[in-house]
């Protein structure tokens, strides 16, 4: 087993959306993607007052992608047009595959504008290969109780969502086999995760700083990584959480323009069109 090594770390950009804190580490100035992950924003942490207005993401179209988000605090209501309703509460996972493509909201329920508290959200956004772009939308929500804690030693873990890990499986099926979890290192500890060589790696250091092999990856940073070895040496003196996962890169153009994320510009001009003709479903009624 030889231990990747950090190449560089990139720092999010704050860019708030309404009064949501906003941090944004991909796509960045250095950083354009790292395939298939394409996208992350980190909203939060921040405590809403009683009488608030929410979550700011109403209604929006997606198609040619997968969105995952993880509610580290607070909670997400989640509405779309293909059906799916859930709410998904704090240390719970809602991993939706827009596919051919579909409008969603997502918002708070309704007992957090009215009593307010804190609230921070992650979300990511994996594509999808050529052939599965224009796939059946689905949804998955998963809560705390189902997602398996693995024990790393030295008093940390592992939250598994998606993959194998330790003969656990994680409760989500990916259509793609993207391993993803969340891992939470205490004071003092180091340990040693699978990243294998010919995956990408996606490492965010959403609380607290870590090392890599030694070399720092600070709060709200980004790991870019080698390919030099299929494991990584994490260590964090006073504690950490981490958005930790691996995927087999696509290797694909990718073409974006706002929700949608396809392979070619033609593709693009079809998804707007399908979108503004209704084939998307209908959003009335998805407001919360």
């Avoid at 250095?30 to 939060?44: A, C, W």
Wanted: net charge negative.
């Amino acid at each position: 087993m030889t231990d990747r090594s950090l190449i560089a770390a990139h720092l999010a950009h704050r860019d708030d959306i309404a009064d949501l804190v906003t941090r944004r580490p991909l796509p960045g100035p250095g950083l354009p993607q790292i395939d298939p992950f394409l996208f992350l924003n980190h909203h939060g942490p921040q405590t809403y007052a009683p009488g608030n207005h929410g979550l700011p993401f109403g209604p929006h179209p997606h198609r040619g992608f997968e969105t995952v988000t993880f509610i580290l605090e607070g909670s997400l209501a989640h509405h779309d047009t293909g059906g799916h309703a859930y709410v998904v509460d704090a240390g719970g996972v809602q991993w939706m595959t827009a596919g051919s493509g579909l409008i969603h909201a997502e918002l708070s329920p309704p007992e957090f504008k009215r009593d307010g508290g804190p609230m921070e959200i992650l979300q990511l956004w994996v594509n999808l290969p050529g052939r599965l772009k224009m796939t059946e939308p689905r949804y998955t929500g998963v809560q705390a109780d189902a997602i398996p804690v693995l024990p790393l030693g030295e008093g940390s873990d592992l939250r598994l969502v998606s993959g194998s890990f330790a003969d656990a499986q994680g409760p989500v099926d990916s259509l793609t086999g993207v391993f993803m979890s969340v891992v939470s290192l205490a004071p003092g500890a180091e340990v040693r995760v699978p990243a294998p060589a010919d995956r990408s790696v996606f490492l965010y250091a959403v609380r607290g700083a870590v090392t890599i092999g030694g070399t720092p990856l600070p709060q709200w940073h980004l790991a870019e990584l080698s390919h030099d070895g299929d494991t990584l040496a994490l260590a964090s003196e006073a504690g950490a959480l981490l958005l930790f996962g691996h995927a087999d890169p696509i290797g694909e153009p990718v073409v974006a323009h706002g929700p949608f994320v396809m392979n070619t510009r033609e593709e693009i001009v079809r998804a707007i069109h399908d979108y503004q003709a209704g084939r998307f479903g209908d959003p009335a009624g998805l407001r919360i």
